[in-house]
């Protein structure tokens, strides 16, 4: 008798913890979902100003992203940059202590925020990253309020809370697994992998309830038939390679620090710099009419339906303006603006390929860069493939991805993710503990002062 009151003591104690678990799952689709509104919301207004007075953004964009940079740097210390590299690192992070101040609900709250005031400002940014973060933070929370001490553990409800932000942001469950899988963990572990799944499918399942089982580019039946029409295969994989792989490498190189007096003075004056670079995308979207400021998604999916055709200073702007955001240090994603960037090249390269259907060489393109800049060529395949619902062409995807891979891996001999996360780990191991809570207060959401100069 009193082994069967000891099972079910356990069996109790399982549940709850699997209710706990599946709560938190549910919230992050919740937040996913009010995340991508207030986004949405941010971006609205923000064309509604400039159909007012396109001039107005020389004046917003500056501001915006100095108050965003202030912002990062003194309430939300650790919510800067994209939020995968700090995600990836809690996973490779012995000391706990650093892992609940960067997934600390403080620094979801900030990364939601500061994003969304970048999307205001004009910054080319996404939220798909952030979720990541977010996520992890949420599930990591849950974990520490079971008092959860086993590192495996805690591991894979970051690891799940990551993959339910990437499934609950872009609708695409199968790409959340696969980039769990391929970016964040580099392996599939047993003991977590039950965890992962539940968490994707319930804040899948939350999202869809909440917003409609809807696809992030609308439904497309395009096809790419084995013969001339792979000659598609071959230009965007090399060109997408080429010019991801060259933004990787630009992006790992900044975030080591600018060269010379320049650098001397993003070090000395942040906020400053930040606001010279809103100048410079202000100036970027007024020259393009508005269409390289926020996420790219409205461009992106009007490219992909055949609705307009945009000229190749689109692309070529787009990626410019995305490498300016990233330097200014604002907290923000490269997702949807790859998955911009990689349609605009598509687009530009269908008009050289008249044997093969435009709308086949957009997603090409898509795929092509998003796999050279992420270096993850399964993840690129699954979540265009579910973002455009086309199974049809799942095999010159995976064709272009993998060929876009290895040129990129040609030109950035590391990921773009896991370099980030690798310096983002020596900041936080090298820098001297935090001091105590009483004396430092600005320091208890975040990393050491080091690493909240690095924008990653």
Known sequence: MRQLRRSARVTTAQWRRKLVYWTAAILVGLVAVGFATAADEAE??????????????????????????????????????????????????????????????????????????????????????????????????????????????????????????????????LGGIVFAIEELSHSFEQRTSGTMLTGVILSGVTAIALVGNYTYFGHTDVVVPIGISWIAVLACGILGGVSGGLFSAILIRTSAGLPGLLGQFVARHPVAFAALCGVILAILGIASGGITYGTGYVQAREIIAGQTHYPVSFFILKYIASIVSYCSGIPGGLFAPSLAVGAGMGGWVAQFLPHTTPGAVVLLGTVAYFSAVVQAPLTATVIVMEMSDNQQVTLALLATSFLAFAVSRMICGHSLYSALAEKFLGVVENAPPPQPETSAPAHAAGPPAGAASKPI
Request: aromatic share 6%; glycine share 12%; no cysteine.
């Open 44 to 173: 609205s207004l923000r064309t509604r100003m400039i159909a007012w007075d396109p001039w107005i953004m020389l004046a917003l964009t500056p501001a915006g992203l100095a108050l965003s940079s202030w912002l990062t740097r003194t309430l939300f210390r650790g919510a800067q940059g994209s939020g995968i590299p700090q995600t990836i690192a809690t996973l490779h992070l012995e000391d706990f202590t650093v892992v609940d101040r960067l997934l600390s609900l403080r620094i979801a709250f900030g990364k939601i925020l500061l994003t969304t005031l970048g999307l205001l400002a004009g910054a080319s940014i996404g939220r798909e990253g952030p979720t990541v973060q977010v996520g992890a933070a949420i599930m990591h929370a849950f974990g520490r309020w079971l008092n959860l001490s086993a590192i495996g553990i805690r591991r894979g409800l970051i690891l799940a809370g990551g993959a339910s932000g990437v499934s609950a942001a872009f609708n695409t469950p």
